[in-house]
């Protein structure tokens, strides 16, 4: 085995050919149990009720301090960090140099000259890379996921979402809850610890996400469970929490689109062969042997409000050239129920079978990108799939061409991998079939859609 990215490329003869047979699956959710009641309930306790997720587990932490750490992040953002004070946070958005999308994850800005990201691995590691590489006055700190880190967490991380959040928090604290904008950073006392509480909104619903040592995460989290008792809060399980995404319209995994620029083979050399960017697994029906026809914009994710040209940065020029052209839009495909009853019903007998779809969640590879079809034309991309008992629908997160964005409209999903499938363990032989569907607006929960600040 080769010992980098560009390795890795080099031996499979083509990106794509590297991904579509990874033997790695759809990303993993650790230590959490899968479920603590039933997924359906679980899942109804983030729109009724309030849900605890614990997400102390899954992401990757980098830690930045020094005074260059606020330059690094703004030359590779598209964000502005104009008024980015202390006790704030933001979606960050990395791009390569002709305007597709690296990565994404939360920015906090703890103190001064202190700053976490927190999320999937490859904006953690464009950051760390230019970090390291680019001659900045910056020390950085990785706290990688449990399921590749030999010790404890440096943090522990919930978050307490639903109609009785608030309440829950106000029980645990015993104390009014205090008023914290929204993406800012405020301050709690659960369990005699110092618990710092970003304001957020997941699926919609007030809430919060609390962080602290890890050495407090067990008595917090105890003394929010027995605070919910009274108010129905939820544990939400490994195996429901990816399903959440679904109806706040956030598409969680786009290919890092790093495979073909040569002035990245820097980096690929030094992206390692067993990371996330070398054995992330790519499936689904659409196939191109092309990888940038997998990469996608800012604008294409739903981004294109935090695009800001007020500073210079990775990809500026592209994205200036595409602002105001992107023909792709982000939508929410609602599945025809009569088709997917078709597609379980060849589960039985002796016939070719669909594509098993997994419940809560269908992704069966790292990155999912199915073939959205109007007339037998390729008019999108879905790339996320699950079950939400709220809408009583299965939904895809989905990238679709302009003129078949209109709610309302119907199109086509094309289920299944071509040829009965690729080496991926995930997939038995199969054959394709299409799915009709009704575009839908991305967030998908009217929530979501109203109480999240406008993009």
């Keep these: 085995m080769t010992a980098n990215l560009e390795g890795q490329l080099r031996s499979a003869g083509s990106p794509v050919g590297l991904l579509r047979n990874s033997q790695i699956g759809p990303y993993a959710f650790p230590v959490v149990p899968a479920e603590f009641t039933n997924w359906r309930d679980e ?14 587990h899954h992401m990757t932490d980098l830690y930045l301090t020094g005074p260059d750490a606020i330059r690094l992040l703004s030359d590779l953002g598209v964000n502005s960090f104009d008024k980015f004070a202390v006790n704030r946070a933001k979606q960050f958005v990395a791009c390569n140099e002709d305007g597709f999308v690296i990565g994404d994850a939360i ?9 976490s990201l927190v999320g999937r691995p490859p904006a953690i590691n464009w950051v760390q890379f230019n970090a390291e590489s680019g001659g900045y006055d910056v020390r950085v700190e990785r706290d990688e996921r449990s399921a590749v880190n030999r010790g404890n967490r440096r943090f522990y991380r919930y ?12 029980t645990a604290t015993g104390r009014p809850v205090p008023e914290v904008p929204f993406f800012h950073i405020g301050e709690l006392g659960i369990a005699g610890c110092r618990v710092r509480a970003l304001r957020h909104g997941m699926v919609g619903m007030p809430g919060f996400e609390l962080f602290g040592p890890w050495d407090e995460g067990a008595a917090v989290k ?12 939820r544990q939400v399980g490994a195996r429901t929490y990816p399903t959440s995404t679904l109806e706040s319209g956030w598409i969680p995994s786009p290919l890092p689109a790093v495979y073909t620029d040569p002035a990245l083979k820097q980096y690929r050399e030094w992206l390692p062969a067993t990371g996330y960017e070398a054995t992330a697994s790519l499936g689904g029906s659409f196939e191109s042997d092309d990888i940038t026809d997998y990469y996608v914009t800012p604008w294409d994710l739903g981004y294109g409000g935090i695009v800001r040209f007020d500073h210079p940065f990775v990809g500026r020029k592209a994205l200036e050239t595409i602002a105001g052209t992107n023909s792709r839009r982000k939508v929410t495909l609602a599945w025809n129920g009569g088709d997917v009853t078709r597609a379980f019903g060849t589960l039985f007998g002796s016939g070719a079978r669909a594509k098993y779809i997994d419940l809560p969640i269908a992704n069966y590879a790292t990155l999912t990108y199915d073939r959205i079809v109007h007339d037998g034309r390729t008019v ?16 895809s997160l989905s990238v679709i061409d302009a003129g078949f964005a209109k709610p309302g409209t119907e199109v086509s999903l094309v289920w299944g991998e071509g040829g009965g499938g690729t080496s991926k363990p995930t997939v038995e032989r199969h054959v394709q079939m299409e799915i009709r569907a009704t575009v839908g607006p991305a967030p998908y929960s009217q929530a979501a859609r109203t109480a999240y600040r406008p993009r």
Excluded: C
């Excluded at 999108?380 to 939904?395: D, I, Q």
């Design 222 to 233: 105890a003394a929010i469970v027995e605070a919910g008792k009274a108010h129905g809060l």
């Design 43 to 56: 899942q109804r306790s983030w729109r009724e009720t309030a849900a605890l997720f614990d997400q102390s």
């Design 107 to 115: 920015l906090f800005h703890l103190g001064a000259e202190h700053l």
């Design 159 to 170: 978050q307490v979402q639903g109609p009785n959040a608030l309440a829950v928090i106000q």
């Design 380 to 395: 999108g991309l879905a790339m996320y799939t699950g079950y939400s008992a709220n809408e009583g629908a299965m939904l």
